[in-house]
């Protein structure tokens, strides 16, 4: 009895675990079957795009372009927090934008909109009723409206003076009804909307730094100036010193690295930790920086963003960058300072 016992809890205990196994599986098959689906809806979009509704997309864009305003983003439901969205997309890449809530836009809100500014109304059926206000009074006050729907022959997509009308496509939901694909469609398009704007006017890495002064995103666009150590803490050398007096000033500085520069002050080389190691002999310190030097060393402008200096020391596997202008070193930029200031 007792060995039944044990044997029945053991098969009990097997049993559990080919059943939470089992289950397990068919998490990862719903999500994947998810994507799968969301996927499709995403491709079926640009598909669209290269098929007629890119005429509607150019026109969202001159019309948005043209508006001397705000770009006023709206909508309900999942689609409401689309628009939330959107709308903070377009204002961090330099399109002044605001979300109005349709709901408080029929009790005051109406008076945040005015007659400078776009509306862009989402709505996947669009017969949303909370838009029919903001609907209306674009059409009173001759305001732009660009509607995002699924509907050309829609309240919304016959009311809008541009219709950007969503391919058809199922939602990931099993009962395809949760707005899901049909939600990342819209986000996907005001994504594409703004991004098209930014890029047809020339919008800069240093505007939107401007526009995003905080955290690690803001430090990744402060500039290599701001973080290079400059003058006396700069370490050089000129062609011709003994490498008993290079490592003295790369131990004094503390960089790990020397720079090297020809008598018209140009970098011309760099003496590493690593040459050291690669040179290590009873000789080195009698040698000159010009035999242990590596040539041509990587070398960043000031005016570059501390970004691309990470980026540089990355791919390169370096922790120190030279800072030079007209081939001239002017400064360093340490690992560790990109890691002071949040950009690393």
């Known amino acids: 009895m007792r060995t039944k016992g044990v044997h029945v809890k053991s098969s009990t205990v097997k049993s559990s675990a080919l059943k939470q196994t089992s289950n397990q599986r068919g998490l990862i098959e719903s999500a994947v079957r998810t994507l799968e689906v969301e996927a499709g809806g995403l491709t079926a979009l640009a598909e669209a795009i290269h098929n007629g509704l890119g005429e509607s997309f150019i026109a969202a864009i ?33 399109r002044p934008a605001y979300f109005v809530h349709p709901g408080e836009a029929s009790h005051g809100d109406l008076g945040m909109v005015t007659e400078d500014d776009v509306i862009m109304a989402l709505s996947w059926s669009g017969e949303t009723v909370e838009l029919k206000d903001l609907i209306d009074y674009s059409r009173r006050f001759r305001i732009g409206l660009i509607g995002i729907t699924s509907k050309a022959d829609s309240t919304l997509g016959v009311a809008s003076d541009v219709a950007l009308v969503l391919p058809n496509a ?32 020339g919008f800069t890495a240093t505007e939107f730094g401007v526009l995003h002064p905080g955290g690690r995103l803001g430090a990744a666009l402060k500039f290599v100036r701001d973080l290079m150590h400059a003058g006396d803490a700069v370490p050089l050398a000129p062609l011709g010193t003994r490498m008993s007096e290079a490592v003295v000033v790369m131990s004094a500085k503390g960089f790990g690295c020397l720079g090297v520069t020809d008598s018209d002050g140009r970098l011309v080389g760099i003496v590493t930790d690593g040459d050291l190691r690669r040179h290590m002999g009873p000789k080195l310190l009698e040698a000159t920086v010009d035999e242990v030097m590596t040539p041509r060393p990587k070398t960043i402008r000031p005016d570059q963003l501390a970004a691309e200096a990470l980026e540089i020391l990355n791919s390169s596997k370096i922790t120190a960058l030279m800072v030079a202008e007209a081939g001239k070193p002017i400064g360093i930029v340490h690992l560790h300072d990109l890691l002071r200031a949040g950009v690393a």
Not at 64 to 92: E, F, N, Q
Not at 170 to 185: F, G, K, Q, V
């Open 62 to 94: 001159e019309l948005i372009r043209a508006a001397r305003g705000r770009v006023i983003v709206t909508g309900m439901g999942k689609s409401g927090h689309v628009a939330r969205k959107i709308a903070a997309t377009l204002a961090s890449t330099g």
């Open 170 to 201: 199922r939602e990931a939901c099993p009962h395809n009804l949760a707005p899901t694909t049909s939600s990342l469609m819209q986000l996907a398009l005001g994504d594409a909307l703004a991004v098209a704007l930014l890029e047809s006017r």
